[in-house]
């Protein structure tokens, strides 16, 4: 097998293995072009297959049948040739970006590349269009800047222009000299074109200068030349390397009549030129090096094809010579679906339509301008963006192609959906856009509503200002419509939309004239979408879910577009959750964590343990990026999270001071581009809970054990689950009662089924439920208090538990789901604490010293229970059918569920319309244990990522 190496270097791209290089090149190529091949046979079959078109160049005279009729038989590689050219599917245009020739060693490159090429059988005549030399990566000047910036110089008389016009003689010379020798004739022509040139460039700056004006006919002429002196070493070169090529000055073909801001190609005068070029050189043979960028206009006078214009110049080049494809070779592997350094999960498409990347151009995107399609689309000419430093990657086709239109592999195949399922589903958004720096102009009012001509009123005005307009959305009550400009034009549009219902304000059938600013335009496009049910609610979805809200919203009735306008600050954040619910197989879910302690310690190593599993089967991807102490923080740098291997080592030596404000900011615009967010509060904090609102309103999730909002302040519980329900973020709080128990969970369910719940009580403390299920008359309860300690099921101050505090707080927790609207100091508790030693000046030792001394007064209430045959649980209730909740040492009776417990099980019993006393809804388990918390609270983080989108 043949093999190869190659990279990229800031001379250009270094290889080995040629011939492996090659073959794999081919390969690339023949597979990105499955059905085009077999659907361009004929050329004649573009121009049936064009005919019913119309474009933007149907002023333009269509390609000479008669020109092609005639044709004689085309050059055969040997050189042998006719009076004309055959035009039609041997011939491929290939064209170069400047980077792709921005210096000597990728000059050589790129003419090594293509001779291998045209020498191959999957091409038989080649056209090269190239664009001025750019920069090879190391700071060095583009040529075309270089000539505008001398042209801007020569306006403003600054002589200093004569400094760029001796480094661009200099640059060529060297690059010539490199690539020819400098002692060979071939070096020595071009260099005397290239002095005449400078020298005729710099009579014409001066002259510039002396006026201090210039015109667009002087600035052709000037920024042109960089293009003319590229395609010449070109051809040189592909000579000097032993190959055939010849140089054509595209000033000698390409005809163009230009009107307003619009350039209409002169197709009928270009192929005349274009016989009359082969005929004089007797066909041409070899590759034919053509210069981008510039043409003629009918009277001769050079022009260029302005914006884009090499890029045009080579569909132009395609539909005159009829090609069956057109490269063009940059610095990048195709387009992406979104932009990659905004988004870093992006990919690179491998097809799209015409109609694609019209619009996905207009709104940005790294794609060929609109009008250089034109001729492509006119004889349905594929066309290939590739990358030259990367021959691998297959690249993007724009094509009509039907079946071009489906994803494929990393070779450009295509599959269908028999083979590949979901393919049609992830093909029915090809990628997003945005245009950043927007403002949004509002127009309301009563008149307004059903007045004919108010629209064009309106913007008649707009464009007599200049103002252009992005995009235009209206209500269809026709009180209100809004356009988007460019920010800079945000105020000359208002005070033109002023003027123009100067009247209509003044009476009031017009409110006012409002600009919303720092705004940012979101396109999501795709052809396939109009054939799909649910994609704007899915974008939608995937807005709301990350907390963005949508300004305004317009869609075309081609449905190829689907536009919304959402704040500047939310911008990325949209694109990233957009993208990833239209890209990503996972659901990825950013993590910071507040409360390192020992549960927050514990989850983090369940999710470190289970993180590959979740990726793998379940397609979750859980990143940790902040953790979060009492004093210090620890925040991701990377774009893969915080490592959970060694976080406790950094969390310790290289943690920062806490700042809360700073730990939200990071997890909502963290560096991994995630667009979901969670905090997880492990901790028993008061002042914690008090960021929950403002963490829930900034669109961040809350996953925690904490009972603090649930069982505290009424307005801030109202205030959180208000939020939650009026919004998409979430507040999942499993752990607050049962630990790992789904308690929440099942009395949710109850309700929202519409049962209605009458008590629900229980043992909701571990710790209790290990004294009372442990201590018998044989042992002093002290000493069971000691033993629970000692085992790890108290807190560090036993009274905490005792107190019957922590229970009352889950048991508001409950009534409150359940309709009680309580608060805690409505709740009576009977604490367990001897009343002498509840003064928190005592120590927790000096507690425990002095217990044993109520010993007695405890031992005579078992006692009691005992003799009754019944036994002592420590029980909060929440009789919801009398509006009560206690909390107090109860007896019940042997046999009964709450008696049969053992360990530190928890266990509560929900009494229903639906569950009634003797049939009553139990759930039990393990109640309390940093294992079990922590693993309550995972289920959470993973019950919130299928709310996200995650396999359920």
């Known amino acids: 097998m043949l093999t190869q190496s190659r990279h990229v270097s800031?001379?250009?791209?270094?290889?080995?293995?040629?011939?492996?290089?090659?073959?794999?090149?081919?390969?690339?190529?023949?597979?990105?072009?499955?059905?085009?091949?077999?659907?361009?046979?004929?050329?004649?079959?573009?121009?049936?297959?064009?005919?019913?078109?119309?474009?933007?160049?149907?002023?333009?005279?269509?390609?000479?049948?008669?020109?092609?009729?005639?044709?004689?038989?085309?050059?055969?590689?040997?050189?042998?040739?006719?009076?004309?050219?055959?035009?039609?599917?041997?011939?491929?245009?290939?064209?170069?970006g400047g980077t792709c020739v921005g210096s000597s060693e990728r000059i050589r490159n790129v003419a090594k590349e293509m001779m291998s090429i045209e020498a191959s059988d999957a091409c038989e005549r080649m056209v090269m269009v190239v664009s001025a030399m750019g920069t090879p990566g190391d700071g060095s000047p583009k040529v075309t800047d270089l000539l505008l910036n001398a042209l801007a110089k020569a306006e403003s008389r600054d002589q200093t222009y004569v400094d760029d016009l001796k480094a661009l003689e200099k640059k060529h010379e060297d690059t010539a000299g490199d690539l020819l020798g400098s002692d060979s004739d071939e070096y020595k022509d071009f260099i005397g074109k290239l002095r005449e040139d400078v020298v005729n460039i710099e009579?014409?700056?001066?002259?510039?200068?002396?006026?201090?004006?210039?015109?667009?006919?002087?600035?052709?002429?000037?920024?042109?030349?960089?293009?003319?002196?590229?395609?010449?070493?070109?051809?040189?070169?592909?000579?000097k390397l032993g190959g055939q090529a010849h140089f054509l000055d595209a000033r000698q073909i390409l005809t163009i009549n230009p009107s307003g801001s619009n350039t209409n190609v002169m197709y009928e005068v270009s192929n005349e030129r274009l016989d009359a070029w082969f005929e004089e050189r007797d066909g041409a043979p070899g590759i034919v090096v053509a210069t981008g960028f510039i043409a003629r206009k009918p009277n001769g006078v050079p022009s260029t094809l302005k914006r884009n214009g090499s890029d045009y110049s080579a569909t132009i080049f395609g539909a005159l010579f009829e090609s069956r494809m057109i490269t063009i070779w940059t610095d990048v592997d195709g387009v992406y679906s979104a932009d990659p350094r905004k988004v870093r999960e992006a990919v690179c498409l491998p097809a799209l339509s015409y109609n694609e990347a019209w619009e996905l151009s207009y709104f940005g995107a790294n794609v060929l301008h609109p009008a250089t399609t034109l001729p492509a689309m006119k004889y349905n000419i594929p066309v290939v963006l590739r990358n030259f430093f990367n021959l691998?990657?297959?690249?993007?086709?724009?094509?009509?192609?039907?079946?071009?239109?489906r994803p494929g592999d990393s070779m450009g195949r295509s599959y269908d959906e028999e083979t590949f399922p979901d393919a049609?589903?992830?093909?029915?958004?090809?990628?997003?856009?945005?245009?950043?720096?927007?403002?949004?102009?509002?127009?309301?009012?009563?008149?307004?509503?059903?007045?004919?001509?108010?629209?064009?009123?309106?913007?008649?005005?707009?464009r007599d200002a200049k103002v252009n307009v992005i995009m235009i959305s209206q209500a269809s009550s026709e009180h209100s419509l809004c356009f988007a400009v460019k920010a800079a034009e945000a105020d000359a549009a208002k005070k033109a939309v002023e003027d123009c219902f100067k009247e209509h304000i003044a009476k009031g059938r017009v409110e006012g004239v409002e600009v919303v600013e720092n705004c940012t335009i979101l396109a999501a496009v795709g052809q396939e979408m109009r054939a799909r049910h649910g994609t704007l609610a899915t974008l939608f979805n995937a807005l709301a879910t990350a907390s963005v809200n949508v300004v305004a919203v317009a869609q075309g009735s081609s449905e190829y577009n689907l536009t919304v306008v959402v704040k500047s600050d939310d911008s990325v954040r949209a694109l990233r959750a957009a993208h990833a619910r239209f890209f990503l197989s996972e659901t990825p879910l950013a993590v910071g964590l507040v409360g390192p302690g020992l549960i927050g310690k514990v989850l983090l190593s369940q999710i470190n343990e289970q993180k590959e599993k979740l990726l793998d089967e379940f397609n979750i991807d859980l990143r940790v990026v902040a953790i979060a102490g009492s004093s210090k923080m620890m925040l991701s740098t990377g774009d893969i999270g915080i490592n959970l291997d060694t976080w406790e080592d950094e969390y310790a030596n290289n943690a920062e001071p806490i700042d809360m404000d700073a730990f939200a900011n990071h997890l909502r615009n963290n560096s991994d581009g995630i667009p979901n967010s969670v905090v997880v509060d492990?901790?028993?904090?008061?002042?914690?809970?008090?960021?929950?609102?403002?963490?829930?309103?900034?669109?961040?999730?809350?996953?925690?054990?904490?009972?603090?909002?649930?069982?505290?302040?009424?307005?801030?519980?109202?205030?959180?689950?208000?939020?939650?329900?009026?919004?998409?973020?979430?507040?999942?709080?499993?752990?607050?009662?049962?630990?790992?128990?789904?308690?929440?969970?099942?009395?949710?369910?109850?309700?929202?089924?519409?049962?209605?719940?009458?008590?629900?009580?229980?043992?909701?403390?571990?710790?209790?439920s290990y004294i009372f299920n442990t201590w018998t008359t044989d042992m002093k309860f002290s000493d069971v208090v000691k033993q629970a300690r000692d085992n790890g099921y108290t807190e560090p101050?036993?009274?905490?538990?005792?107190?019957?505090?922590d229970v009352a707080r889950k048991v508001v927790t409950l009534a409150r789901e359940a309709g009680m609207m309580i608060e805690l100091d409505d709740v009576p508790i009977e604490s367990l604490v001897p009343e002498p030693l509840r003064d928190p000046s005592i120590s927790v030792d000096d507690f425990m010293a002095k217990l044993p001394d109520y010993d007695d007064e405890m031992a005579a209430k078992l006692a009691e229970a005992e003799a009754a045959g019944e036994k002592l649980r420590f029980v909060g209730v929440a009789d919801v059918s009398n509006g009560k909740a206690s909390v107090a040492l109860g007896k019940y009776p042997a046999g009964h569920p709450f008696t049969t417990l053992q360990g530190s099980d928890n266990i509560i019993e929900f009494q229903t319309s639906r569950y009634t006393q003797g049939g009553s809804l139990i759930v039990r388990g393990p109640g309390a244990g940093a294992e079990v918390t922590a693993a309550g609270v995972f289920a959470d983080l993973l019950k919130l990522t299928q709310y996200l989108g995650a396999p359920s």
């Not at 040629?18 to 050329?43: C, D, E, H, Q, T």
């Not at 002087?218 to 051809?235: K, N, R, Y």
């Not at 949004?440 to 108010?454: H, K, M, R």
């Open 203 to 239: 009579s014409t700056l001066k002259a510039i200068s002396i006026a201090g004006t210039s015109t667009e006919t002087f600035s052709d002429i000037i920024v042109g030349h960089g293009e003319l002196w590229t395609a010449q070493m070109m051809a040189l070169t592909i000579k």
């Open 424 to 462: 049609a589903d992830r093909a029915q958004v090809k990628g997003f856009a945005t245009i950043d720096d927007v403002s949004i102009i509002n127009v309301e009012g009563t008149g307004l509503i059903g007045v004919p001509g108010t629209a064009a009123m309106l913007f008649d005005a707009v």
């Open 392 to 405: 691998d990657a297959p690249g993007t086709v724009i094509s009509d192609a039907k079946d071009l239109l």
């Open 797 to 805: 101050d036993p009274r905490e538990d005792l107190n019957g505090t």
């Open 10 to 96: 800031a001379g250009g791209v270094k290889s080995s293995g040629r011939s492996g290089r090659n073959l794999k090149l081919r390969s690339a190529r023949r597979s990105l072009l499955p059905a085009v091949a077999a659907s361009s046979a004929s050329p004649e079959h573009f121009k049936q297959a064009a005919s019913p078109r119309t474009t933007n160049e149907s002023s333009s005279q269509p390609l000479r049948s008669s020109t092609r009729a005639a044709a004689a038989t085309a050059p055969t590689k040997s050189g042998a040739s006719s009076a004309t050219f055959k035009r039609g599917h041997d011939w491929e245009v290939h064209k170069f």
């Open 682 to 768: 492990c901790t028993a904090s008061d002042e914690v809970s008090d960021f929950y609102v403002k963490w829930l309103q900034t669109g961040i999730h809350i996953v925690t054990p904490n009972k603090k909002v649930n069982s505290g302040p009424l307005s801030r519980y109202n205030k959180v689950r208000r939020l939650q329900r009026e919004s998409y973020t979430h507040y999942l709080c499993e752990g607050t009662v049962g630990a790992g128990l789904p308690i929440i969970t099942t009395l949710r369910g109850l309700v929202e089924t519409g049962d209605r719940i009458q008590k629900v009580e229980g043992i909701f403390s571990g710790t209790l």
